[in-house]
């Protein structure tokens, strides 16, 4: 394959604003409920003794930015009962609608939540990288409307050599299950024992 396209996310600097969703929305005019990209809002915290009777509390928390990671080896496409799901020249991860037949066995297969159900098309469709920007020589929707600039795509060898990657945040899975062409830049205390929480599970609980 001659190139893999990726997402890079800088957590440590993600305010959590949600512009990056809804500029996926606004471009590719989806439906209420039906969200490409979402932002999981996560705290944690623990209890530290100081002297004998003391004790201080920790409270930190991050942000995550996630939608489909267009990974180096798909379980979604490995599941897929019709072959609708292939990689593209550049490993963009794509669903050919002709053959989806709305099954969800990619949606229950993916770690990431990554596909949805279009209820009025009866398909399933996912990030496809704005496939069409690129071709012009444009970044996806989410990257170039980030204010914080804390998203990027590029070439995933070039990102993991440029950035660091820290691929055991919560709530991420292990990154061995599907190889996700993703490098994320952690907060410092991500990367600590904290009693980690998602806590808008409410508005991210379809995903």
Same mark, same amino acid.
């Given at each position: 394959m001659a190139k893999q396209w990726a997402f890079y996310f800088d957590s440590s600097q993600c305010s959590g604003c949600k512009t990056c969703q809804i500029a996926c929305k606004d471009k590719q005019d989806h439906?209420?409920?039906?969200?490409?990209?979402?932002?999981?809002?996560?705290?944690?915290?623990?209890?530290?003794?100081?002297?004998?009777?003391?004790?201080?509390?920790?409270?930190?928390?991050?942000?995550?930015?996630m939608s489909c990671n267009h990974c180096e080896d798909p379980i979604c496409m490995k599941n897929c009962p019709n072959g609708a799901i292939y990689k593209n020249e550049e490993g963009i991860v794509l669903i050919d609608a002709d053959r989806c037949m709305g099954c969800k066995y990619c949606q229950w297969a993916c770690p990431y939540g990554a596909l949805h159900l279009n209820k009025q098309t009866g398909k399933m469709t996912k990030c496809d990288l704005c496939i069409d920007y690129l071709a012009e020589g444009k970044q996806p929707s989410c990257v170039a409307a980030c204010p914080m600039r804390v998203l990027k795509?590029?070439? =995933?060898?070039?990102?993991?050599? !440029?950035?660091?990657?820290? *691929?055991?945040?919560?709530?991420?899975?292990?990154?061995?299950?599907?190889?996700?062409? =993703?490098?994320?830049?952690?907060? !410092?205390?991500?990367?600590? *024992?904290?009693?980690?929480k998602i806590i808008n599970r409410e508005e991210v609980r379809d995903a």
């Open positions: 439906a209420v409920g039906l969200r490409w990209r979402n932002v999981y809002e996560v705290a944690g915290g623990h209890w530290e003794a100081k002297g004998d009777s003391n004790w201080e509390s920790g409270i930190e928390s991050y942000n995550i930015s795509v590029g070439e =995933l060898s070039e990102l993991r050599s !440029e950035f660091d990657d820290w *691929e055991n945040i919560y709530p991420l899975p292990s990154a061995h299950i599907t190889k996700p062409s =993703l490098v994320i830049k952690a907060k !410092e205390a991500a990367k600590k *024992e904290m009693n980690w």
